[in-house]
């Protein structure tokens, strides 16, 4: 066939790739909207979604290149090496633990070593089966559970399932100015210090924290659950997410572990990390980790679970891991975490 008559074959095809293009560039720039212009409409809901444009630039680099086009795939692999260069800490570790840190994981529950099993949970308005978090405690050799939306009920249910022979120690935060699904606790094997059931004044959900011994170094556990960013709940999610934020400015080494109902493409979460703070899942290399939705006919589809620390605080975290558990539309998040200074 002449060469411009496969040319105007391809035309139709090559001007709808051009438009994939064009909305997944526009899409793209959603995230390089300045924190406060990211905060309202569809940008917060949308911007999660940005890691699976990586499947129509694929689709449009490689049908440019059957088409024979030239500007299409050089356009399509340019976005593509935008998206990978936002997510490279996912794909490439910038700071994790090391085997030993996992092997003694392995072995076992030693709370006067270096390296402790940490897990957050959103228990969905209490709903997560108590024996499933009990086994998952023991089977994973957990020295450190954060969770979200938790009931006095739920309490007791798990106290009934026997958590109390795995973490006898517990911090539980007040109701919360506003109910955001039930209160926030941290379970801990270690003896706790300086324990606040409401650590900073936040719209919804009060933070639970306490102090913790990890291998001679003193780390301030902290269990958080930010407003989701639906319409009309915008402004608690920002402003939660600030407040959680300000805890760069007080003097402790912090492990931030919940619900942050945010991604890291999410210029208020960035933000929020800051100078101060390293988001375990996006420095440990080991691809995403997604949360929620759980235990639906979805599979998880964004990461809004997460372990958050000080970042000169000399403790690494990785060897993530998501756990499914039942009556509950997130997945468990697990993390190790070594102190190397």
């Known amino acids: 066939m002449p060469s411009h008559l ?9 001007a709808f790739l051009w438009v994939v293009l064009a909305a997944c560039a526009a899409t793209m720039a959603l995230r390089c909207l300045p924190v406060g212009m990211g905060d309202g409409h569809d940008v917060p809901i949308i911007v999660p979604f940005l890691p699976y444009l990586g499947i129509p630039l694929i689709v449009a680099l490689v049908a440019g ?50 390296v402790a099993r940490i897990m957050t949970l959103n228990l969905t308005y209490g709903g997560a089966d108590p ?25 007791a249910e798990l106290d009934a399932a026997g958590i109390g022979d795995y973490l006898p120690n517990r911090v539980v935060s ?23 059931s409401d650590l900073l004044p936040i719209i919804t959900s009060s933070m ?26 915008q402004d608690w999610w920002a402003s939660g997410l600030e407040t959680i934020g300000e805890l760069a400015g007080y ?11 945010a991604t890291w493409d999410h210029a208020r979460f960035r933000a929020l990390l800051g100078d101060a703070f390293v988001d375990a899942g996006e420095t440990a290399g080991e691809g995403f980790h997604m949360t929620y939705p759980a235990n639906s006919w979805l599979p998880p589809l964004i990461e809004i679970d997460h372990v958050v620390y000080s970042r000169d605080a000399g403790i690494v975290v990785g060897d993530l891991e998501t756990v499914e558990v039942s009556g509950t539309d997130h997945l468990a998040l697990l993390a190790t975490l070594e102190v190397v200074g």
Request: glycine content about 8%; hydrophobic content about 40%.
């Open 208 to 233: 639970a924290a306490c102090s913790v011994d990890v291998g001679g170094r003193t780390l301030r556990f902290v269990s958080v659950h930010a407003n989701s960013p639906h319409l009309g709940g």
């Open 131 to 155: 024996d499933e978090v009990v086994a998952c405690v023991r089977d994973e050799h957990v020295e450190v559970l954060c969770l979200q939306e938790a009931t006095n009920d739920y309490l």
């Open 251 to 261: 003097d402790h080494d912090y492990v931030i572990c919940g619900d942050f109902n």
């Open 6 to 14: 496969a040319r105007g074959r391809h035309r139709v095809p090559a």
């Open 65 to 114: 290149l059957l088409c024979r086009r030239r500007a299409l795939p050089v356009a399509a692999a340019a976005l593509l090496a935008v998206l990978a260069w936002w997510h490279a800490g996912y794909l490439v570790p910038t700071s994790t633990v090391s085997d030993e840190a996992a092997a003694a994981v392995e072995a076992g529950v030693d709370t006067s070593d270096g």
């Open 174 to 196: 007040e109701v919360g100015y506003v109910n955001n699904g039930g209160r926030n606790c941290v379970l801990s094997a270690m003896p706790m210090t300086n324990e606040s």
